[in-house]
């Protein structure tokens, strides 16, 4: 959900991660007719701004948990208001949001993951390890516990467990240990002063010689922990690839191997058979029921990443539902065992 940023006087131009390809891999099926289009993660709106400018027709379901991204979304696509339709929900909750509004099916979902920059950029909301701010990184700040909370209330194996999972840090032991001792002195409050805690439980050697703030794997871990991003991610899929018509594109931006997995995964499974091996020909039943658009994980060109270093790791993989029917495979992650 990364933009760019670009000063002019006092305002900014946000410009959308892999903004002209995603435009032209959905450009097949919302180029023509009334389309649905749903935007599972609408962040300030870049995406959704450029999907309805291009595609006059198409009518927009806008779904983000940030309240405040919601308000600027809503300002920015005001010239298009009698074609939007905005959500303050999780991206899970993509068939009740369907369902409120009487859609059966739509015709593409864009899922753009991780922090916006508007959450990067927020000084007081806690996302970012290099400004001291109070430790919130909810996404969603009228529910859930924030990162305070859970550094403080939590137990030390459970944090382990996080810091392991999600942030693939190798001294999770070591920081968890000075976390418990700390917060037993007085409560952790604020991001600087974990990164003080988690910057002495580094080896000094391994701090010179890591790429990247020492405190930015166990920041990244707490902000997915706290809006349980991986198990939203793993609910969403299915059930996004269920509502498409046939024809319907899903697009699905990751930013690092932990969101682009289950992405790949998913996307795998819905494009191959059900059909036991070795059956000469495959029942209409068992065929499946979508086709990759996208060869693998594309990247963003030289370009873009040059013009916005933010974008370097994105990775958009697209995929088109080409048969009728359920996908009733189970995809098992370790969020709903």
């Given at each position: ?105 739509v015709d593409s979902v864009l899922l753009d993951l991780g922090l916006s920059s508007l959450q990067i950029d927020e000084v007081n ?55 418990v001792t700390e917060r037993d002195r007085q409560p952790i409050e604020t991001s600087g002063r974990l990164v003080e805690i988690i ?55 990751a930013y690092h191997s932990l969101e682009d997995r289950p992405v790949k995964e998913v996307f795998r499974e819905a494009c191959d ?65």
């Amino acid at each position: 959900m990364l933009m760019a940023t670009d000063a002019i006087g006092s305002d900014a131009v946000h410009v959308p991660v892999m903004r002209a390809r995603i435009l032209d891999l959905l450009g097949p099926t919302l180029e023509s007719g009334r389309r649905v289009h749903v935007d599972g993660t609408l962040g300030m709106g870049g995406h959704a701004e450029a999907v309805l400018t291009r595609f006059p027709d198409v009518q927009l379901v806008g779904i983000d948990r940030d309240q405040q991204a919601l308000t600027m979304a809503g300002a920015r696509l005001k010239p298009f208001v009698d074609r939007v339709h905005l959500v303050h929900a999780v991206h899970d909750e993509l068939p009740e949001v369907l369902d409120d509004l009487g859609l059966g099916r739509v015709d593409s979902v864009l899922l753009d993951l991780g922090l916006s920059s508007l959450q990067i950029d927020e000084v007081n909301r806690g996302f970012s390890y290099s400004v001291d701010s109070p430790l919130d990184m909810r996404m969603d700040q009228s529910r859930g516990r924030t990162a305070a909370q859970v550094l403080n209330e939590s137990d030390p194996g459970d944090l382990v467990r996080i810091l392991h999972e999600y942030g693939e840090e190798k001294f999770a032991d070591r920081i968890v240990r000075a976390i418990v001792t700390e917060r037993d002195r007085q409560p952790i409050e604020t991001s600087g002063r974990l990164v003080e805690i988690i910057t002495r439980a580094i080896p000094v050697a391994v701090r010179h010689k890591r790429s990247g703030h020492p405190a930015k794997r166990t920041f990244q871990a707490l902000r997915i922990a706290v809006n349980r991003e991986m198990e939203t991610l793993s609910a969403v899929l299915p059930r996004a690839l269920d509502r498409l018509n046939v024809g319907g594109r899903i697009a699905v931006l990751a930013y690092h191997s932990l969101e682009d997995r289950p992405v790949k995964e998913v996307f795998r499974e819905a494009c191959d058979d059900t059909a036991p091996a070795g059956l000469p020909i495959v029942p209409e039943s068992m065929a499946a029921k979508f086709s990759p658009v996208t060869r693998g994980a594309e990247r963003p060109d030289a370009d873009e990443m040059s013009a916005n270093p933010r974008s370097a790791s994105a990775r958009l993989r697209v995929i088109e539902r080409v048969r009728p029917g359920s996908v009733n495979r189970q995809h098992v992650t370790k969020e709903s065992r």
